[in-house]
């Protein structure tokens, strides 16, 4: 089930026998010139999507499809939230979910950029229940973030499709997995490097000055949709594996 695409009656009758649910979580930001700027967004919601085909228990709530990327703001179309605002607008995601009886909350991350602040939006809203002290009448909320490529066995498909130069940013198995989802946007460009450089980087000028066509170790012209489609159904079967167990914990 999609949010988006479900009535309210739809989701009160869910909430009778699930109280989770799948927030894909991401970034728009630039991939390099063959990477498309919603990657990181595109891949967990294309994953989760295909998960909760024909799977009554699975609901699958919006893309939260602006992250944080500061670092890449040297590229145009990169759009990012301060951590604060991106803390801020994840506590009021959940607090709206919870107002209607969702406890268990599985945001599925397409960015390692976000790792922190999603860490940090949790602490900040466990904190109001933790000041209230036992008698809280706010119900205990369960929040898990999972990268999509941390899930079991997809890193060992990514690895097998794609032995050598994966690096870290606009790498080939998560621009394959986009060009799976939209076979119309595959781009054919020479890239040079072919392998881009690797190090580190600090802000968004800094980052262009180090990594001048946005990628970081990667050779991503190994992307296909061949494998693109490998990767997704992989990840989507170990998906649901993992958010049924969290869902029933
Ligand atoms: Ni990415």
Redesign the pocket.
Known sequence: MLLALSTWSDVEAYLQRSRAIILPI??M?Q?GPT?LIG??AI?PEVIATHAAQDAPDILVGPTFNVGSAQHHLGFPGTMTLRPSTMIAAITDWTHSLRRHGFEKLYWFN???GNVATIAAAFAEIHAERSFDGPDSALPQLSLVQRNWWELPTVMDVCRRLHPRNEGS???PS?VAVTYAAYPAQVRDVVLEPPVAPSGSFGDAEDYRARFADGRIGSDPSQATVENGREIIETAAQALLTDFRRFAES
Request: one cysteine or more; hydrophobic letters at 5%; aromatic letters at 0%.
């Open positions: 991401g970034s930001e991939h990477g990657t990181d891949c397409g960015h390692g940013h606009a790498t998560e």
